[in-house]
């Protein structure tokens, strides 16, 4: 199967590498993986209710953990996933082309979605969101609405426990952006971190 990469203009605009410094790429997935990254994720993708048929798209996808693991459970469906850091997209793609899996990666920002409106029926952010500033939260959650179906629904895991990224904090900023049902799905925890799980829907 085939993987693809693209890479778009950026605008010099600087980003958060996926794992904080570009020197600890190679720890990232073992070290989630150790603290329970991939059960919180799996929890995730249930809430989904992925079917055959349907385009995914995973913001701020990193490594492409999320992605791959989508598309081996789930074969049927179509994903893309997009991130700024093109040495974890590469990392991404190595991934999936080992899971034996066929996924676009696209370098971009969340705030810049490069896609028509309403062409996904999930979007999927994981740990991700708490690292942008709050202008960006507003544009990147505008931006998943814009693409959204509008019998679609987006789905975000995230730490709660973080200076403005509280659940009251996200869920206003959904409701703002035009989810008119916003809600908290689960709470867990990742190591002994609190993460919490949103749904936003048109209705």
């Not at 994903?79 to 899971?99: E, T, V, W, Y």
Request: proline fraction near 3%; hydrophobic fraction near 35%; charge should be positive.
């Amino acid at each position: 199967m085939s993987t693809k990469i693209e890479t778009m203009q950026h605008s010099g605009r600087e980003f958060l590498p996926a794992a904080g410094h570009d020197w600890l790429l190679p720890l990232y997935d073992p070290f989630v993986a150790l603290l329970g990254g991939n059960r919180v994720r799996k929890k995730l993708i249930e809430q989904a209710h992925l079917q055959s048929g349907q385009n995914i798209l995973d913001i701020g996808c990193g490594t492409g953990t999320l992605s791959v693991s989508i598309q081996k459970n789930h074969p049927g469906v179509h994903i893309i996933g997009i991130d700024p850091d093109i040495k974890a997209l590469s990392r991404a793609q190595k991934k999936a082309q080992d899971a034996g899996v066929s996924i676009k990666f696209d370098q971009g920002f969340s705030d810049q979605l490069p896609y028509p409106d309403a062409s996904f029926d999930r979007v999927f952010s994981t740990f991700m969101f708490h690292h942008l500033k709050q202008s960006e939260k507003e544009k990147t959650l505008q931006e998943v609405r814009r693409v959204l179906k509008t019998d679609g629904n987006f789905f975000l895991l995230d730490f709660t426990r973080i200076k403005n990224n509280s659940e009251e904090q996200i869920l206003s900023l959904l409701k703002a952006a035009g989810f008119k049902d916003s809600r908290i799905t689960k709470n867990g925890s990742l190591f002994f971190l609190k993460v919490t799980y949103f749904r936003g829907s048109y209705s």
